[in-house]
């Protein structure tokens, strides 16, 4: 069964000779920056290497939560789900975008307890997020048969279609006069006088002040061809589609061992809970000290796998010339293969809890690479050493939800006007200048 569906998106075919930005990266992290710019009246240039939305960003869940965020994203995560609200009106655009509410399951009086703590991380916002008793969360979900404690339930959460959002930010971008180059890998940036001018693209060269790399999972590759470390491994995460099931619950439900969402078209998007597959790869030994702290505090939802990716990884080039073809060219996108078995765990304690599932039809099953950082908390920020470049990514599986709001923050950067929220938490030079790293557990 093939991946995802993207709302397709047909590529410029002009390349621009100069631009104000070039953004590299046509996830939603990267088309909804260019569009922040593009509204500004400055002149964008989105590069990607294959189609927009192909990768991470039309595979997620569709979850659009603050509910369990780590505390730093809070603020970040408060402004999108601002932008959210109206974002189907300014993209011109259906997104699917529903606040449809998000309920996340406690087994243990322990678990109620962290969540009661993380409820406190909020009480400056006007959130009704409030704590479910076993008794409540019944009425809530009566079809359930799940025994727990309780639940974390939050009302302004909500959903939408990955496949549909990252190209409607693209599109709008277009009309506000941003340039779309898909299938235009960049090789490189050209710098003069210490500082950012120019990218070199498989299509040429375009002019520019300033360059946001938003690649996703790539970002620590052309990173590192650009003189700059920066920690990055890639988490596996598969999911599969229903077709339509009535009576389905309407509101995102997590549990340990699943995670639903119920889609437009009436079927649901399923997950396991917590289990993800690591490929061991090179960049495994050469991060490994980076990332031993979320190793030893998340172990038990990863499962290693030693196996053919680390050879093709080992084989790809990390400092190739600009007039020969990069590794983005030989590989547009990054379809990994979804693992059945963890897949179908998590859809058989779905039919165990919801009996109303047993006879959903599996339509797709696909697999998507998560780009994680070792605390888990993304980077946006410029880079210090390299004036006119900015970078936003190692967004570790929560990028979907906060994307709108992310892309306003890296514009703001950019633009260097006052910042939607305090940026400090996000700084790339925190892998580098002492700053302790730290793993605050969560979804």
């Not at 047909?10 to 621009?16: E, N």
């Not at 969402?261 to 050469?286: C, H, L, M, W």
């Not at 093709?312 to 020969?324: H, K, T, Y």
Request: charged fraction near 20%.
């Amino acid at each position: 069964m093939p991946g995802p569906f993207v709302v397709p998106v047909r590529g410029d075919l002009a390349l621009p000779k100069q631009a104000d930005v070039v953004v590299i990266g046509g996830g939603i992290i990267g088309a909804a920056t260019a569009l922040e710019l593009a509204e500004q009246k400055l002149s964008v240039a989105l590069c990607e290497k294959g189609g927009i939305g192909h990768e991470q960003s039309s595979r997620n869940w569709g979850w659009v939560r603050l509910s369990r965020r780590d505390p730093r994203e809070i603020a970040l995560m408060a402004a999108s789900l601002d932008i959210w609200r109206d974002l189907d009106r300014r993209l011109e655009a259906d997104t699917g975008y529903q606040r449809s509410g998000i309920a996340f399951t406690c087994r243990t009086e322990k678990e109620l307890a962290e969540d009661q703590r993380w409820l406190a991380q909020i009480n400056d916002y006007p959130f009704t997020t409030r704590l479910f008793d076993a008794r409540q969360f019944q009425q809530m979900f009566p079809s359930s048969t799940v025994t727990m404690a309780g639940a974390l339930y939050a009302p302004e959460d909500g959903r939408a279609e990955p496949q549909k959002v990252a190209p409607a930010f693209a599109e709008a971008a277009r009309r506000k006069g941003a340039s779309i180059l898909t299938e235009c890998a960049v090789r490189g940036i050209e710098t003069s006088a210490g500082r950012v001018s120019a990218v070199v693209t498989e299509r040429g060269v375009i002019s520019c002040q300033s360059v946001v790399l938003a690649g996703g999972a790539w970002s620590g590759l052309f990173a590192g061809r650009a003189g700059l470390r920066l920690p990055q491994l890639k988490v596996i995460n598969t999911v599969l589609r229903t077709g339509p099931v009535a009576g389905g619950p309407e509101p995102a439900v997590w549990y340990d061992d699943f995670a639903i969402r119920k889609r437009q078209d009436g079927g649901y998007t399923v997950a396991s809970g917590t289990e993800n597959v690591v490929d061991i790869v090179p960049d495994s030994f050469r991060y490994a000290r980076d990332f031993l702290p979320a190793l030893r505090s998340e172990w038990r939802a990863l499962r290693l796998r030693l196996g053919w990716r680390f050879w093709d990884e080992a084989r790809i080039s990390r400092n190739w010339a600009m007039d020969e073809a990069s590794p983005f060219e030989y590989c547009r996108v990054l379809d990994p293969v979804p693992s059945v078995p963890l897949s179908q765990r998590a859809f058989q304690q779905l039919i165990r809890h919801y009996p109303q599932f047993s006879q959903a039809q599996v339509l797709q099953r696909w697999a998507g690479c998560i780009d994680v950082v070792p605390d888990a908390v993304p980077v946006i920020s410029a880079v210090d050493t390299l004036p006119g470049f900015f970078i936003a990514t190692g967004f570790s599986g929560h990028g979907f939800g906060i994307g709108p709001a992310a892309g306003r923050l890296m514009a703001d950067l950019v633009l260097g006007r006052p910042t939607v929220v305090d940026p400090g938490a996000f700084r790339f030079s925190r892998f580098s200048d002492g700053s302790k790293i730290e793993i605050i557990s969560g979804v």
